[in-house]
Antibody, heavy 116, light 109 residues
Framework: EVQLVESGGGLVQPGGSLRLSCAASGFTFSSYWMHWVRQAPGKGLVWVSRINSDGSSTSYADSVKGRFTISRDNAKNTLYLQMNSLRAEDTAVYYC?????????WGQGTLVTVSS | EIVLTQSPGTLSLSPGERATLSCRASQSVSSSYLAWYQQKPGQAPRLLIY???SRATGIPDRFSGSGSGTDFTLTISRLEPEDFAVYYC??????????FGGGTKVEIK
């Protein structure tokens, strides 16, 4: 069974940093592209970033470019999102997701709250 | 950047009725890269349709997708109580990545 379990969310002050992790199991992690997608409270889904299967190629939404870094450790079956210079508008549930052009599986999400 | 516009914003229907949800793209989208998701409150989204018209594993056949170019449709032939949720369309493009529509909420009338 495919499982994606996010962790690392929490309350952080504006300008602060947080690193999210996503532990993958039930499939060959190193064979799949992965994404981070976020959802602000009561709002829709917004794509944040993606990484290819070996980590050699990444892409970011304009709203997070230069502040967030996606990475992966295929030996540990884990996806990461390093978030720096956090802003109030980054407050959202962050989902880890598997797929390339389509998201086949989603984690349950981890809540990030940016507030003083 | 392609923008996906979903309509209506809210659809009020009764169980057993047919639901027709629209997703319109600002420019032509490859059908191969158009998907639909269902999201219930407090849950992660779930893939329903990929490639514009193919059902994902385990999705009942009352869900169907159609369309091409800039106009795509998700149809639920007969609404079951568990189908009341928010539905999102999504497309993939080389820049910036995945794009989601704003969502259509299907609520009980």
């Amino acid at each position: 069974e495919v499982q994606l379990v996010e962790s690392g969310g929490g309350l952080v002050q504006p300008g602060g940093s947080l690193r999210l992790s996503c532990a993958a199991s039930g499939f060959t992690f190193s064979s799949y592209w992965m994404h981070w997608v976020r959802q602000a409270p009561g709002k829709g889904l917004v794509w944040v970033s993606r990484i290819n299967s070996d980590g050699s190629s990444t892409s970011y939404a304009d709203s997070v470019k230069g502040r967030f870094t996606i990475s992966r450790d295929n030996a540990k079956n884990t996806l990461y999102l390093q978030m720096n210079s956090l802003r109030a508008e980054d407050t959202a549930v962050y989902y880890c997701a598997r797929g390339s052009k389509t998201v086949e599986y989603w984690g349950q999400g981890t809540l990030v709250t940016v507030s003083s | 950047e392609i923008v996906l516009t979903q309509s209506p914003g809210t659809l009020s229907l009764s169980p057993g009725e047919r639901a027709t949800l629209s997703c319109r793209a600002s420019q032509s989208v490859s059908s191969s890269y158009l998907a639909w998701y269902q999201q219930k409150p407090g849950q992660a989204p779930r893939l329903l349709i990929y490639g514009a018209s193919s059902r994902a594993t385990g999705i009942p056949d009352r869900f169907s997708g159609s369309g091409s170019g800039t106009d795509f449709t998700l149809t639920i032939s007969r609404l079951e109580p568990e189908d009341f949720a928010v539905y999102y369309c999504q497309q993939y493009g080389s820049s910036p990545g995945l794009t989601f529509g704003g969502g259509t909420k299907v609520e009980i009338k």
